[in-house]
């Protein structure tokens, strides 16, 4: 019986280019860099998923103003990855275009390896390799092939 429900095609993520910026740290990422230490000092036996969960639980039960300094320095950091990645495109387009302008072979057809920019005829390329031109209105036998091995 065939499958008739929808294609299960899994999603592949497109890779990052490594040459782009480094995207900012969150809010939430920077008080947890601040905070994860000293969590971990009060409770060594904890988890790094606990701590975590415990990080998560502290940032939604801290103030606005205990925030503050943790979205401010986002806002700081994300125009700062903004403008790097302006520039960053601006310098990626440049040297697609410089990559794409290049000019290409002027003649598309196929050349003899003594003579450059001279177009390859059957006769021409049989006696380059010594063997004299096939006569077309003979069989093709296997002793040919023989000869060819």
Known sequence: ELYKGPWLVPHKRAKKDPTAPKRNASAFLLYSVKKRKEIKKINPHLKTTDISRKLGQLWRATSEDE?????????????????????????????????????????????????????????????SEGEAPENESEPHSEKDDERIL
Do not use: C, G, H
């Not at 943790?70 to 520039?87: L, N, S």
């Open 67 to 127: 925030k503050r300094p943790f979205v401010e320095r986002e806002e700081i950091e994300r125009e700062e990855y903004k403008q790097k990645m302006d520039a960053w495109k601006r310098e990626k387009k440049a040297k697609d275009s410089i990559l794409t302008d290049t000019p290409t072979m002027p003649s598309t057809t196929p050349t003899t390896p003594n003579t450059p920019n001279t177009p390859i005829d059957d006769a021409s390329a049989t006696e």
